[in-house]
């Protein structure tokens, strides 16, 4: 499909979302000399604005769906799924933003305007149908989130956590556009529809680099999504980077990787479905076992919802194995009950950690329940859904994962999958235990009060949990709808 | 508004309003709430009793409300002869629950009164539910509220048994969550009345071995509820840290969240696995009930004590519901009930101990009845009552057990019957070394009789002790009438007689198979 000459304004409406966020960037960036208050609160609510705004967009982008630019992206029920929760995501990461960045004294403006790039990025991850758009998405995306990681660029952990995330990220990203070069040799494409078509009707011989092509997108991809055996990064990341951005970090890029993974997967690679089957069975086994065991043992809670996110992807790709619509419907919800319990979860935590992040280690978070009731019972909810209860998000995802599973014959690795959310129910349970049946200890007493934004960052995602978890039907219908539509 | 809705509902609005209660209000209102909704609750269930047609047996009072349409999960709720009485006993245990709670509950009082009105919502929701889908929610949901009450409220080791027992649940029930979905994936329903309807008409039919599959996952989750002797480890420890009121809740209710969950969706749905593993679970049970007393006999602790004594009681539930007779049922539903209430007032009445001497130690007790004697005369009656004597309730349901198990394999009533002496040995026992004897000097003048408030508690339930044992045509009969209809869809082949209003009946059953 040749890119058209001609400019459609269609298509720029259709690409509205990302280009009001990066218009929005760059004018927070423009702003920053003249409002010169370091830790201003205004940039938050430009950006805070501009997220809105982008949110609208995708809504609208919606209501005019269709491909743009020529095939290279393709605004469908299933882009607009993506957009809409990666910008939900920052949204939720916004409100947490504002009491830590004055706590730390840090600089706004930079921090918000790279939310909104890496957002910009995500969003055109999620609505692109072509691997060169994607692998542009994904450096948008990406660096912004380096540079995010490292933003308390006092902070030795900060530090350490922006290093490891560029050199390990950039590697992994070698990976994905060396499989896209093979895709390309291959077809003679990069637009994934066009690949389909030329994988579907290819016979014999190039099968084999068909398939080393989709593992080394597969490597690439398990990367960005923190799935084992390439999740080393994420634990070291998650503990160092700010954490509101390990908030962000472990739910909107992830969410556009998934994103990515399914619709690559389940698009031009979807002939060869037989073959890649095998290799998302291990890995999601492998990221639920390495996750929840690992996070057992976790003393330091960022890093521990860091193992927890790693079970998290591994429950996803469960969805992923099934290979089927309503595996793509579950992955999708899951995705977006993950994201509002993990961020809120990370939301709470910022509550607790001080001036310096000082306090991190579970045990800080002792007698929580007396000092903070709010906060406490909302991380309560976060880490129910985290387990799986009945009534949260997080369990209709799990739900609708295991059912796609079972349906596609799946048995073994459900079974093991639940038994693992069984052993996971033990590290979340630790943090309900300091929090509730101990005594407060010192960062608890010297927490200051929840401040309203604060308050917002965690009644949302926990308003947003809940209504998941009791409502879960016109999510998931939104997702089987656009899953069915996708191909 | 139909009643049942109310009953299942009453109590989840009384918890949304205990969480309303400012924190500045004092520790007395949420307590006085507590009572109250829990009253009302407790009367809506009496309603119950009364709509309940006693002419008819089956589902009734039905509800079915789509709540989610893809998959297709219904909030779908009846009562039945075996459920109405489970319910009763929920909501009777919950008002003495918050009495007995009255005193000893002194940090962060709103908090363990939502939780206890929370846990009374999940419970109900347990024996109506009548969606595989809703009835997992529920289950899932007394989990919570329970775990949070003996983790924050318990006694020493309390956070270890709380974090043991919430484990132990969840391993059950996700491989039982896995077979949910396993006959969802195969039938499109999660409507417990529709699986049964193409069960018998024949639409639908698990093969052997995915039958014996799916009747493990199921019956693993139940049997750890109940406990059934190998996985019962939880239990002593869940038991002895658990505040007063968790220990009566999880003793009388919740362990037959378990039993009911056996008889009600086990049998029917998986028959022929259930009869093919009927002698190896019935041996597993009389181990529980023989082993379960001797440990009970060696405890130091009376709650251990109690503790042991629900896993020797609880393994005649299960023989009972194995022996797949008419008598056998209606004797272990009989004796689901007869548990809820005397355990319940044993760990009530042992609870009314340690308030006033604040020690669970049987060696630290004596001449208990000496200072106290209307408290020895309450515990003496529980104790009679539990050991199984004749007059009393548990001598019913033993009776009927011990005959079902009987007609299935006479050897296994008699290896049950040695239970029931040990049971009296260790009740005796123990009852003997409290409350006769020296009256040593931590009892006297440290443990006052019962005060008017603890009379409300233990009253009802030596009520129902005498009521049950003497007038069991007055709880038997929509007993019988359920376990029927249960023995009739496991296909056995034998009659058996429904008494309704004194003229006996009797009723062939088709003789399938």
Known sequence: ?487 | MNLLNTVLFLPLAGFLLALAIPRSASAGASRVWALISSLGTFAASLGLLAWFDRGTGGEQLAIDVPWIATPNIHFAISVNGVSLWLILLSTLLTPLCVLCSWNTIKDRTKEFYAFLLLLEFGLIGVFLAQDLFLFYVFWEVCLVPMYFLIGIWGHDRRIYAAVKFFLYTMAGSVLMLAAIIFIYNKTQTFSYPAILEMLSSGRLTFPASEQMLLFLAFFFAFAIKVPLFPLHTWLPDAHVEAPTAGSIMLASVMLKMGTYGILHFCLPLFPAAARACAPWISVLAIIGIIYGALVAMVQPNMKKLVAYSSVSHLGFVILGIFSFTQPGLDGAVYQMLNHGISTGALFLIVGLLYERRHSLEIGDYGGVATVAPWLSVAFLITTLASIGLPTLNNFVGEFLVLQGAAIANFQWAVWASVGVILSACYMLWMYQRVFYGEVSDGVRGHIPDLSAREWAAVIPLIAMMVWMGIGSQSFLPPVSQNTAVILKQTNVNVSYRVQVEGKPKTAEVASAR
Not at chain 1, 37 to 64: E, K, W
Not at chain 1, 133 to 146: D, K, Q, R
Not at chain 1, 208 to 216: E, K, R
Not at chain 1, 241 to 270: C, Y
């Open chain 1, 1 to 487: 499909m040749p890119v058209s000459p001609v400019f459609n304004p269609q298509d720029a409406l259709r690409f509205l979302p990302e280009i009001i966020l990066t218009v929005m960037g760059t004018l927070l960036m423009v702003l920053d000399p003249l409002i010169h208050r370091r830790s201003s609160p205004a940039f938050g609510h430009i950006s805070l604005v501009a997220l809105l705004a982008a949110l609208g967009g995708s809504v609208y982008a919606n209501s005019i769906a269709g491909p743009a630019f020529g095939g290279m992206l393709k605004v469908d029920g299933f882009a607009t799924f993506f957009r809409v929760l990666v910008i939900v995501v920052g949204i939720l990461t916004v409100f947490p933003s504002y009491r830590f960045l004055a706590r730390q004294e840090a600089e706004t403006s930079e921090y918000h305007a790279l939310l909104l790039f890496s957002i910009a990025g995500q969003c055109l991850m999620a609505a692109s149908n072509d691997l060169i758009m994607v692998f542009i998405g994904l450096e948008i995306s990406s660096i912004a989130s380096y540079v995010l990681a490292g933003y308390l660029r006092d902070d030795k952990r900060s530090n350490e956590s922006a290093l490891k995330y560029f050199l390990l990220g950039s590697f992994a990203t070698g990976f994905f556009l060396y499989g896209v070069a093979l895709i390309y040799g291959i077809t003679g494409s990069v637009n994934l529809t066009v690949a389909r078509d030329a994988i579907l009707h290819q016979a014999g011989d190039s099968t084999l680099f068909v398939g080393v092509a989709a593992a080394l997108i597969f490597v690439g991809l398990a990367f960005k999504v923190s799935a084992a055996p390439f999740q080393i990064w994420a634990p070291d990341v998650y503990q160092g980077a700010p954490t509101p951005v390990a908030a962000f970090l472990s739910a909107g890029p992830k969410a556009a990787a998934f994103a990515v993974f399914l619709r690559i997967f389940m698009t031009a690679f979807e002939p060869i479905a037989g073959k890649w089957q095998i290799l998302v069975w291990t890995a999601a086994l492998a990221s639920m076992c390495v996750g929840n065991f690992a996070a057992l043992l976790q003393t330091n809670i960022k890093r521990m919802l860091a193992y927890s996110s790693i079970a998290h992807a591994g429950y996803v790709l469960v969805a992923l194995t099934a290979q089927s619509e309503t595996g793509i419907a579950a992955a999708m919800f899951y995705l977006a009950g993950y994201a509002f319990m993990n961020v809120g979860a990370f939301a709470a935590v910022t509550v607790l950690t001080g001036k310096g992040e000082r306090y991190q280690s579970i045990d800080d978070f002792k007698g929580m329940g007396r000092q903070q009731p709010l906060a406490a019972a909302m991380f309560s909810i976060f880490l129910l859904s985290l387990i799986g209860v009945p009534l949260t998000g997080g369990f209709f995802g799990k739900f609708y994962i295991f059912k796609a599973a079972l349906e596609s014959k799946l048995v073994w690795l459900s079974v093991l999958g639940l038994l693992n959310s069984a052993v996971g129910a033990y590290y979340y349970l630790r943090i309900l235990v300091v929090m509730y049946m101990h005594e407060p200890g010192e960062a608890v007493e010297s927490s200051e009060a929840l401040s309203g934004s604060l308050g917002i960052a965690l009644l949302l995602p926990a308003l947003g949990t809940l209504v998941l978890g009791i409502f879960p039907g016109w999510v998931l219908e939104f997702a089987s709808k656009s899953a069915a539509i996708m191909k």
